[in-house]
Every structure is written in C-alpha cells, then in structure tokens.
C-alpha cells in the first residue's frame, strides 16, 4: 500500500485570454501518447529533465495515470575510488481531467521526491508555461488541506452527519497518553480523559485480531443525525482521542459526503495535506507487460487496476462549476 497526497487543479484566467472554455481540452492534449511535453527545469548545462510515462484509461480516457522518475546521483565505491552513480526511481502522480473535475493525486514516495510538493511544482511550473505560450492563461497545482476544526464542520453538516470515523492510531499506548497528560493541561470544553484508558484497550485489540482499521461512533436511531455532544463523556474521550494521536477524524453525512478534519486546536494544522491509502500494485499492473511470476498480463487485470483507480478518484473529487472558476480566477 502506498498514500497518495490529494492536490487540485487551479487555471488562471488572464486579460486577453483565449480559448479558455477549452482549457481542460488543453491539459489532455499533454498526456496523449503524441504528446511531446518535456518536463523539465533550469537551462543549457543546469537543465535537468525529469523522464515520464502515461497510461490513459481505456474505461475513462480523461483519467492519466502518469509515472513520474527523478535522476539521482548516488556515492559509490569504483576500483577502491569514489565514484557516482545514477538512479532514476519514479512515483505515481493520477490526473482526473473529466468534466468540471480538477483532481490530481501524487504518490508519497521519498526514495524518488523528498515530498509530493516538489513534484506538483515541477507539473506546475512546465504546464503553466506551455499553457501561457499557447492559449495565454495560467495553470496551478495546489495541495487539498485537511479542515483544522471538525466543530466548524459539523455545524455545517449538522443536520446531515451520520457518523464520525476515528482512525486506529500506530502509535503505542504509552506515548497517546504521554500526549493526553499535556493536552489535559490546557484549558477546553471538550477534553476528557476519564475512560479513556479503556477504550485504548478496545481499540488496540481490535488492531491486535487484524479488524477492520476504523472506529466508527454513530446514533442508536440510523435515521437521525449525529450530534457531537461535548457534555457526552464518550464523545469527550473520543475527541481527546483523536487530537492526542493527531490523526484526521472522518465526519460521514447521509449524502455520501466524507470531511476529513482535525479536532480544533492550537497547533499549526495547516499544511496536512489530505490523503489517501491505495494498492500501487494495480499502477504497476497498468505498465507491465509481465506478471511477477513471467505469465502474460491479462486485458482483465488492467481492466481490475482501472476500475480500482476510477473508484480512487471518485473518492477524492475536487469539483468545480465552471461559471464560478471564471469569477475567481
């Protein structure tokens, strides 16, 4: 498994602009196998390039999966000399360019970028110019940060929130309470460790017999709303919970709607980027011809691998109507 960082899609309408109706047209065009776009940054001697790869969905053709390497030189031991040698590992960066979406998702791989930010950078900076040059608009890839206040959120979603989903944390017990004692010294109207040693205990034997990783708080009566009720004892607990193993606590409403957010507080939240868990085996499954085992790659595994990162992408839309992205921009 490997986790993807949610970035969106961001076009910059400019005076004078033209063809700006086609812009999602434009960005297409990059990613077809006739494409001649080169990624690359500096000039002449401090230029370097950074080889890519694109696989188009066949059941979603405005999906591209693209393989996205960096050269790195790496210190080596020649006949008893330093020496260099070259490396080129990728990570796997998915654009959905359908209709009125602006999604991009972008490998968590460090052997090959030290961050996913660098990579959005590079797409950003080479696309930005081409698009200028060509149709005279801007182009932007920026990160999808996860909500800071989970209370604000469900103020919102009040009347539609089905139920919270709390993460089992990877962290050990011992350093979830070391962070409990010192949250405990703060002043708030929802902290609460009085049962909460307990419901540690719960949840890690529920990691321990390998269920299923979520911890799910819902009302009795499905057909009513949740309320977050910070004069609740469990529902303190819970919250002390989730601030202490600072991991995003999934709020679910009864029209499919799902907000990752961090419980309020006074840290610097800011730059967690949302993201998501997926299997890169079926990337992998997209670009090889061979399976590990040397058999012959089937059309119905590329066909499982598509359909699994359709439904990646449906989980993560970045949608947008197009008469607002016109005033904004």
């Not at 393989?67 to 020496?83: L, V």
């Amino acid at each position: 498994m490997s986790r993807f960082a949610q970035y969106y899609i961001k076009y910059k309408q400019q005076p004078g602009c033209y063809d700006w109706e086609d812009r999602q047209q434009h960005l297409g065009a990059f990613f077809k196998p006739n494409s001649n776009l080169v990624f690359s940054l500096g000039n002449d001697e401090e230029k370097k390039i950074y080889k890519h790869r694109v696989y188009n969905l066949s059941i979603a053709p405005n999906i591209t999966v693209m393989r996205f390497a960096n050269d790195i030189d790496i210190d080596i031991e020649r006949d008893f000399e330093p020496a260099k040698a070259k490396d080129e590992p990728s990570c796997f960066v998915i654009i959905d360019n359908r209709a009125n979406l602006r999604t991009v998702a972008i490998q968590k791989r460090r052997k090959a970028f030290s961050n996913t930010r660098q990579v959005a950078q590079i797409l950003s900076t080479v696309i930005d110019q081409q698009l200028f040059n060509q149709h005279c608009y801007g182009f932007e890839i920026l990160p999808d940060y996860y909500p800071t206040d989970l209370f604000t959120v469900w103020e919102r979603k009040q009347a539609k929130t089905q139920s919270l989903r709390f993460a089992v944390p990877v962290m050990e017990k011992e350093e979830i309470m070391q962070r409990v004692d010192r949250l405990m010294m703060k002043d708030s109207d929802y902290l609460d460790d009085s049962i909460l040693s307990s419901l540690l205990d719960v949840i890690y034997a529920q990691k321990q017999a390998k269920y299923k990783g979520v911890y799910t708080v819902m009302p009795e009566d499905r057909k009513s709303a949740l309320y977050i009720d910070k004069k609740s004892v469990f529902m303190r607990n819970m919250l002390t919970y989730a601030q202490a193993t600072d991991q995003p606590v999934e709020l679910v409403t009864s029209d499919g709607g799902v907000f990752r957010c961090f419980i309020e507080n006074e840290e610097d939240v800011s730059d967690k980027i949302v993201s998501h868990e997926f299997n890169d085996r079926y990337l992998e499954t997209l670009f090889a011809r061979v399976k590990k085992d040397g058999s012959q790659m089937e059309p119905e595994d590329r066909l499982k691998a598509e359909e699994e990162v359709v439904a990646l992408m449906n989980s993560m839309k970045h949608e947008v109507v197009t008469k607002e992205e016109e005033q904004v921009a």
